[in-house]
């Protein structure tokens, strides 16, 4: 067996989050928007460019089915450079206030890695769910922050950086390494006390593309933790580097991505385009009603 005892302490499958009093329910596959608020995403990067097209980002996703809103102030592709806290606070700040009072239903998620912005974000307005692409690893104080703010986390593995992740990534088996990674990473997040934790096996944050394709094969491996788990395939490199097109020529290949990780266990697809994956989640949805 891959996972150690630690993940065994979750005996029944964890089918919802809270979210400030919120429960979102993962009984059926959900949808997270992805809203990036940096000059420099690796395909949306610069268009949210006034408060107007940002609601209207948001307006669009809300209408489309998005369950939950994810909000970044700071790049996460490879060799991205990095930024002070006070930017990405700087860029976070003003986009959260928007999208809560614009649309105060719709649970928030930010995409960060530092704790400390996490701590402000809270403070400005309220319960979210916190994002982390590092896992902990990039923030030695993290764990400790979600555990005292009481709110979600989603644990999402990384070798490396964002600056040097990509540079010649290495693994023996790909899902048994992520695998046991994860399972000392809840021990810890569960001691702590931190009740709600979606987990990513993080497609693309130091993985090269078989390594990608080889988690996307075997992704229900990662059902053993019984506990939500999200994926952002979303445009990515894996898609558009193989069929050698450009990012922004990928929307098909994220659907068919997105399709088999549905497949495979996905219970959150987190997604620049929603309309085509909640599509993706219908059809899904269908499927499993012809073998229920």
């Given at each position: 067996?891959l996972i ?7 005996l029944k499958?964890k089918?919802?989050?809270n979210v400030?009093?919120?429960l979102?329910d993962?009984?059926?596959?959900v949808v997270m928007?992805?809203?990036?608020v940096?000059p420099d995403?690796f395909y949306d990067g610069?268009?949210?460019t006034?408060?107007k ?11 489309e ?6 909000v970044?102030?700071?790049s ?8 002070s806290t006070k930017?990405?606070?700087?860029r976070?700040l003003p986009?959260?206030?928007i ?6 239903d719709?649970p928030i ?5 530092r704790?400390?912005v ?6 400005e307005i309220g319960p979210?769910?916190v ?6 690893t990039?923030?030695s104080?993290?764990?400790e922050t979600?555990a ?8 999402t ?9 990509q ?15 994860m399972?000392?990473r809840v021990k810890?997040l569960?001691k702590l006390?931190v009740?709600?934790?979606i987990l990513?096996p ?8 078989q390594h990608?394709?080889e988690?996307l094969?075997r992704?229900?491996s990662?059902?053993?933790?019984q506990?939500p ?7 990515k ?7 050698g097109?450009k990012a ?6 994220t659907t ?5 990780a549905?497949l495979g266990g996905a219970?959150?697809?987190r997604?620049?385009d929603?309309?085509e994956?909640?599509?993706?989640v219908e ?6 009603l012809?073998?229920?």
């Open positions: 067996m150690t005892q630690s993940a065994g302490r979750f499958r089918n919802s989050i400030g009093g919120k979102i993962f009984s059926q596959p928007g992805v809203i990036n940096t995403s610069g268009k949210l006034s408060k097209v940002l609601i209207s980002a948001v307006e669009r996703m809300v209408n089915g998005a369950a939950i809103i994810d970044g102030g700071v996460t592709r490879p060799d991205a450079p990095m930024i930017i990405e606070l700087e976070l986009a959260v206030h999208i809560r009072k614009k649309f105060p719709i998620s930010i995409d960060t890695f704790s400390w996490a701590v402000r974000i809270i403070e979210i769910i994002n982390d692409i590092s896992g902990g990039m923030d104080k993290m764990f979600i005292k703010m009481d709110v979600p986390y989603v644990l593995h990384i070798q490396g950086t964002p600056q040097n992740m540079d010649n990534p290495a693994y023996t088996d790909v899902v048994k390494e992520i695998s046991l990674w399972s000392d810890q569960t006390g009740k709600d934790i990513d993080g497609f693309g944050f130091g993985k090269n593309i990608n394709y988690l094969n992704l229900d990662f059902k053993v933790f506990l788990l999200m994926v952002g395939l979303s445009r490199t894996m898609i558009w580097k193989w069929l097109i922004d020529e990928a929307l098909n290949g068919a991505v997105n399709s088999l549905l219970d959150i697809l997604v620049h929603v309309r994956a909640i599509e993706a059809i899904f949805k269908a499927l499993k012809t073998v229920s």
